[in-house]
């Protein structure tokens, strides 16, 4: 098929957008109140179409199709029809989501509870994941250094170290927190105005608002329109989740940050900033979707670092 395109192939589109996201990542970290208002062009540019779609193709998702029916390993890797035709779209500003199809999974440890995964199309799965590819290193420069959770580079080791260092250095409780159905709970309004803080381009911000207000089709056949939440199983879900929670992150960071970033202070030191009102804590956030068991001097426990 003669698209008119120049498409790469994977390892080129690869390399022309990991030295973007370098570039993004860059100017974001140097100018901490920097907007960026021209990203909607390389959503479609086509190395981030290939990639995003070489993501899609290798994920375990991949074997799993949406509303449409459509199982994404069923398209040969090297097509590029349906790249072409989401270029296209996403460039005239025509696309727009298909509905979420829901399937309802066993939730670990709990065989009575469910959980809610989302299922996009494959053609909704590699917009997402350009957009993902667009927005992370923009966003990556602004996270909490305690924010562990669906991050690049991170993992729930890391998080486990973490607790483990403030554990040798005199921190001896662990208070584990959760917020019950985080992804289905995210408040759009909140989300999109936090997203406002770095994202000015307008036709970015629709086309994630667009992602969140896709319709779920639920298993019984029932369309929903979606009030709040994103769908976990969603390609950019994660990210948004990290988003909406970095004003968490950053709650606790400045009260660690005002109190002197005390890691080795003594109990007596702590008790007077205790005293003044100032944070002696520090939050280790990750996900729910780990448990580990965490030896330390104080003894053996099972610690969950999370409160998302």
Same mark, same amino acid.
């Given at each position: 098929?003669?698209?008119?395109?120049?498409?790469?192939?994977?390892?080129?589109?690869?390399?022309?957008?990991?030295?973007?996201?370098?570039?993004?990542?860059?100017?974001?970290?140097?100018?901490?109140?920097?907007?960026?208002?021209?990203?909607?062009?390389?959503?479609?540019?086509?190395?981030?179409?290939?990639?995003?779609?070489?993501?899609?193709?290798?994920?375990?998702? /991949?074997?799993?199709?949406?509303?449409? /029916?459509?199982?994404?390993?069923?398209?040969?890797?090297?097509?590029?029809?349906?790249?072409?035709?989401?270029?296209?779209?996403?460039?005239?500003?025509?696309?727009?989501?298909?509905?979420?199809?829901?399937?309802?999974?066993?939730?670990?440890?709990?065989?009575?509870?469910?959980?809610?995964?989302?299922?996009?199309?494959?053609?909704?799965?590699?917009?997402?994941?350009?957009?993902?590819?667009?927005?992370?290193?923009?966003?990556?420069?602004?996270?909490?250094?305690?924010?562990? /959770?669906?991050?690049?580079?991170?993992?729930?080791?890391?998080?486990?170290?973490?607790?483990?260092?403030?554990?040798?250095?005199?921190?001896?409780?662990?208070?584990?927190?959760?917020?019950?159905?985080?992804?289905?709970?995210?408040?759009?309004?909140?989300?999109?105005?936090?997203?406002?803080?770095?994202?000015?381009?307008?036709?970015?911000?629709?086309?994630?608002?667009?992602?969140?207000?896709?319709?779920?089709?639920?298993?019984?056949?029932?369309?929903?329109?979606?009030?709040?939440?994103?769908?976990?199983?969603?390609?950019?879900?994660?990210?948004?989740?990290?988003?909406?929670?970095?004003?968490?992150?950053?709650?606790?960071?400045?009260?660690?940050?005002?109190?002197?970033?005390?890691?080795?202070?003594?109990?007596?030191?702590?008790?007077?900033?205790?005293?003044?009102?100032?944070?002696?804590?520090?939050?280790?956030?990750?996900?729910?979707?780990?448990?580990?068991?965490?030896?330390?001097?104080?003894?053996?426990?099972?610690?969950?670092?999370?409160?998302?």
């Amino acid at each position: 098929m003669n698209t008119g395109e120049s498409w790469p192939d994977f390892d080129e589109a690869w390399s022309r957008v990991r030295r973007m996201q370098s570039k993004l990542h860059w100017w974001s970290t140097r100018e901490a109140g920097r907007l960026f208002d021209d990203l909607h062009n390389l959503v479609y540019d086509p190395a981030f179409l290939v990639h995003a779609w070489e993501r899609v193709h290798g994920n375990k998702g /991949g074997r799993t199709a949406g509303v449409d /029916g459509v199982v994404p390993r069923s398209i040969p890797k090297e097509s590029i029809v349906l790249l072409s035709q989401l270029r296209t779209s996403l460039k005239e500003r025509t696309f727009h989501p298909n509905l979420v199809r829901e399937k309802l999974i066993p939730k670990p440890g709990s065989p009575t509870k469910k959980r809610r995964l989302g299922i996009p199309t494959t053609a909704d799965r590699i917009v997402q994941a350009s957009l993902k590819l667009v927005l992370e290193p923009i966003f990556e420069a602004d996270f909490q250094p305690s924010s562990y /959770g669906f991050r690049p580079r991170r993992r729930a080791q890391d998080a486990i170290a973490e607790i483990h260092m403030l554990g040798t250095h005199g921190y001896q409780w662990v208070f584990e927190a959760d917020i019950e159905a985080c992804f289905d709970r995210i408040d759009h309004t909140a989300l999109v105005d936090r997203m406002r803080h770095r994202i000015a381009d307008k036709r970015v911000v629709a086309l994630v608002k667009s992602f969140l207000k896709a319709g779920i089709l639920s298993e019984d056949g029932i369309d929903r329109d979606p009030q709040m939440g994103t769908p976990q199983g969603g390609i950019l879900s994660p990210l948004l989740a990290n988003i909406a929670l970095s004003v968490l992150d950053d709650h606790f960071q400045h009260k660690w940050d005002a109190a002197g970033g005390g890691v080795r202070y003594p109990e007596s030191r702590r008790a007077a900033l205790r005293r003044k009102g100032f944070a002696t804590y520090r939050l280790v956030r990750y996900v729910d979707l780990c448990r580990r068991r965490h030896k330390s001097a104080y003894g053996d426990r099972w610690v969950m670092p999370t409160v998302a």
